[in-house]
């Protein structure tokens, strides 16, 4: 089964940079080939829900929220096993726990589509704390 791991997170000041990783494990081919999957970043600052700001289709299509779009860049490499995230001009409000997340397509989904809806998530990491100061 697949499994994902988040690391990377730490304190920043404003306007600084950081690139968070998601180790994966279990995409092992066959059911549980790259192909088959989709993924994404989460975030959820305290007190707020969880937001998703990145996602990555089987095809490599990305798609990203407005709040992060242009600084923020999500990337795979199936060869490491790792899913991405750099955020560059980090911002206050980018503090947050930082969460990954996969996603088997099911058969009407395209090879291109990916989701940033939480909802359409079975497959979480534990998470990695981003803390931006002013």
């Known amino acids: 089964q697949v499994q994902l791991a988040e690391s990377g997170g730490g304190s920043v000041q404003a306007g600084g940079s950081l690139r968070l990783s998601c180790r994966t494990s279990?995409?092992?081919?066959?059911?549980?080939?790259?192909?088959?999957?989709?993924m994404a970043w989460f975030r959820q600052a305290p007190g707020k829900g969880r937001e998703g700001i990145a996602c990555?289709?089987?095809?490599?299509?990305?798609k990203y929220a407005d709040s992060v779009e242009g600084r923020f860049t999500i990337s795979l490499d199936k060869a490491a096993n790792t899913l991405y995230l750099q955020m560059k001009n980090l911002q206050p409000e980018d503090t947050a726990l930082f969460y990954c997340?996969?996603?088997?397509?099911?058969?009407?989904?395209?090879?291109?589509?990916?989701?940033?809806?939480?909802?359409?998530?079975?497959?979480w990491g534990q998470g990695t704390q981003v803390t931006v100061s002013s």
């Open positions: 990555i289709a089987a095809d490599g299509t990305t």
């Open positions: 279990g995409f092992t081919g066959g059911e549980y080939s790259w192909s088959q999957y989709y």
């Open positions: 997340a996969a996603q088997r397509r099911s058969p009407y989904t395209s090879y291109w589509h990916c989701s940033r809806l939480v909802s359409n998530f079975d497959i």
